[in-house]
């Protein structure tokens, strides 16, 4: 484990075959969610400017363009920081090694651990960093709340649009899920307990 002067948990990752194919598939999904943005956020603005009247158009906020290329700036800076703080060690910025192996494989390690049962040896490194972000999951059970609250209430006593119907139900279905992410936290725990590498 290499020590670093940033006050945050440094966790070395392996430099095995599985943890290199995760960091070039989360670069790929990263990558992929810049490029989107940066094709989506001045195509948002641009509708906007052609969906008003000719007579409106001038009406427009000048700041609006600003705005569009600051959320574009702040995007890249984000992802430029995500990067950078993998690069030194950081560990909730360093992939998933689930994300380096094949689809069925991931599967089954997820089955396993959800079952409480052991691994394959050859996925002993995989389930023990799967088990450790499943049970850090727990979080979402405060964060959620706090996120939606200003929402919710917006809905209760606010004007309510189609979209606002939309993410309602969005919300709806995530606090369902709820339940289910203690539940898989739990066995989680249970076979870290269990069948857990002492150093993971």
């Not at 430099?15 to 960091?23: E, F, I, K, N």
């Not at 499943?134 to 979402?140: D, E, H, S, T």
């Amino acid at each position: 484990m290499r020590t670093t002067s940033l006050p945050v948990i440094i966790t070395g990752m392996p430099d095995t075959d599985v943890a290199q194919r995760a960091r070039r598939r989360q670069n790929t999904v990263w990558l992929l969610f810049l490029g989107i943005c940066v094709l989506l956020l001045p195509g948002i603005l641009l509708a906007t400017f052609l969906v008003v009247d000719e007579e409106d158009r001038d009406s427009l906020p000048p700041f609006l363009w600003i705005l569009g290329g600051v959320q574009l700036l702040i995007l890249l800076l984000v992802l430029g920081g995500l990067f950078w703080l993998r690069r030194r060690g950081v560990g909730w910025a360093q992939p998933p090694l689930s994300l380096g192996v094949d689809r069925k494989r991931r599967q089954s390690i997820f089955k396993n651990i959800r079952a409480v049962e052991p691994v394959p040896e050859a996925d002993q490194e995989v389930a023990d960093d799967l088990a450790r972000r499943m049970v850090g999951q727990r979080w979402l059970v405060l964060l959620l709340p706090l996120v939606s609250l200003p929402f919710l209430a917006r809905i209760i006593w606010g004007d309510r649009g189609s979209l606002d119907w939309f993410s309602l139900f969005a919300f709806i279905m995530m606090y369902a899920s709820l339940p289910f992410v203690l539940r898989d936290a739990r066995r989680a725990r249970r076979w870290r307990e269990q069948y857990g590498s002492s150093e993971a």
